[in-house]
């Protein structure tokens, strides 16, 4: 009797055990099931005031991703120049200081995927904002100006990365839902990229007008537009050129890089 009472008291402490588990088991699924807070659908991502300026936080924030202003763009491209020499073990750096490009060089598959997630940001920014209804005119403006910015340094150190001849890079203007989407565009010349440039810099300079927060897009868009005309349009001797671009285009600006040279280079067969 006593080993019969032992036994069912054993049956209804599994019975327990188990109907905890399953209550703990439900429990945990509808924590695990709650909807992401970091993310959040591109259909409603930017349907407010609040949206419209976390996306242009997202903006800025894609420049500091691994392959662009977080160090590759930097680092990488000053091995290439031979600025910087290399004297570690990547194989990546190693190509780079040798001149000696692979297709799966890593870097370089790293600026292109982040430079172009950066300005699948910027255009969503140029396709929503417009129509979102409880921002000023003046906020709208400014969101708006510093993304065609934002777009144009990108596609700046696309163009002078990957162009090459009259090839230039592609030129995507409006978003994207998917990789297979975003392959299904050629690429532009780099005529057409700079022209590009230059009226993203004009609409830039034409709507950042909001006082020192937005002064760095804003001086670096009049400066940049002016020197790109002069250099591709004027055709100055390379000499001439460089005392220009010195003059209006300050080493301390943060996308300095891109010397006459190398424009003219580009532009040579217009």
Known sequence: MRNLNLRIHQIMRMKSLLLLSAVALGACSSVLDVSPTSSVASDVAIVDAVGARAALAGAYSGLTANGLYGHTIVDWTEVLSDNLQHTGTFDDYADADLNQLRADNNSNTTIWNASYDAINRDNQILQKVP??????????NEILGE?????????????????????????????????????????????????????DLAQAKALITAGKRHWVPFSLSSRACACIKVITRARKPPQRAQRLWDTHWPRTSPICSMRPATILRKTSSE
């Open 131 to 140: 129509n979102v209804k409880d921002l000023s005119a003046a906020e709208q």
């Open 147 to 199: 993304a065609y910015f934002l777009r144009a340094l990108e596609y700046h150190n696309l163009v002078r990365l990957y162009g090459g001849g009259t090839v230039g890079v592609p030129l995507r203007l409006e978003p994207v839902a998917s990789a297979a989407e975003a392959g299904t565009i050629a690429r532009s010349t780099v005529a057409e990229v700079y022209t590009q440039i230059l009226a």
